[in-house]
């Protein structure tokens, strides 16, 4: 009898554990996919860029544009060129991926365009 003590009672501890990590998996809340990153990896697709760029790096080299672009003295060319090296792309598709991330991602900045206020060199977005 005390052998079949032992017995149970690590088998029950196991169960126990198991029902916990399978209510927590149940309780989880779901990824929700973003909108907005799902929209610019769509157009960075469209576009013939990222290749076989995981697109989650993708995402974080667009969301690294905007805050490179406030930083003073940093023009679009400037971010094309560290965009470009971070990813491997040609320079021509690297200007193409900063305008996506800046039209997606950077809302501000679209908002500053807008409103007749330019916050980098419109010209060297081929504007």
Same mark, same amino acid.
């Given at each position: 009898?005390?052998?079949?003590? @032992?017995?149970? @009672?690590?088998? &029950? ?30 157009? =960075?697709?469209?576009? &013939? ?9 993708? =995402? ?6 905007? %805050? ?30 900063? &305008? ?7 809302? @501000? ?11 980098? %060199? ?6």
């Amino acid at each position: 009898m005390l052998q079949v003590r @032992r017995l149970t @009672r690590p088998i &029950g501890l196991i169960a126990v554990s198991a029902g916990l990590a399978a209510t927590a998996s149940l309780l989880a809340a779901p990824a929700q996919a973003d909108p907005t990153t799902d929209a610019f990896l769509n157009a =960075v697709s469209g576009a &013939g860029l990222g290749g076989t760029t995981d697109p989650a790096s993708l =995402v974080a080299v667009g969301q690294s544009v905007c %805050p490179m672009l406030s930083d003073p003295g940093q023009n679009a060319a400037d971010v094309a060129a560290k965009v470009a090296d971070s990813t491997g792309m040609s320079l021509g598709g690297a200007n193409m991926f900063t &305008g996506l991330a800046i039209s997606f991602l950077c809302p @501000r900045v679209v908002d500053s365009i807008a409103g007749g206020q330019s916050p980098i %060199p419109l010209n060297l977005l081929g504007i």
